[in-house]
């Protein structure tokens, strides 16, 4: 409830303070994804990892690869949300080809 107040702050303070804060959590967003690519690249240059165990759900009870499945899920889906606030917020800027490089 906290961070939903919080985040409602940062919406009525305005735009300028929002995106801010977007860019922030963006950069903690990569930050995560990085590690998650550093990791796999670590093991494929260890030679410790097994392609064949990928798939292979040994123990239904194992609350691990529940919460790897979801903080991946979770990571995705606020990747997305981001890519689709970008849109909102280039059809709320007077020139959007200046302000928002790419395609419009």
């Known amino acids: 409830m906290g961070f939903m107040l919080l985040l ?7 735009v300028g303070e929002s995106v801010k804060f977007n860019v ?7 930050t995560a994804l990085c ?5 796999g690249f670590y093991v494929m240059a260890q030679g ?3 392609f064949a165990e990928i798939t292979v759900f040994t ?7 529940f919460l790897a499945v979801t903080a991946a ?3 995705a889906f ?3 949300v981001g890519f689709e606030d970008s849109v909102n ?5 007077q020139n959007p080809e200046r302000i928002f490089p790419g395609p419009c």
Not at 35 to 39: K, L, R, S, W
Not at 59 to 65: M, R, W
């Open 35 to 39: 590690i998650v690519i550093g990791v």
């Open 24 to 30: 922030v959590l963006t950069l903690i967003e990569m």
């Open 59 to 65: 123990d239904s009870q194992d609350k691990g690869l």
């Open 78 to 80: 606020f990747a997305m």
């Open 89 to 93: 917020m280039v059809e709320e800027t």
């Open 8 to 14: 409602a702050a940062i919406n009525l303070r305005g």
């Open 48 to 50: 410790t990892g097994n």
């Open 73 to 75: 899920t979770s990571i």
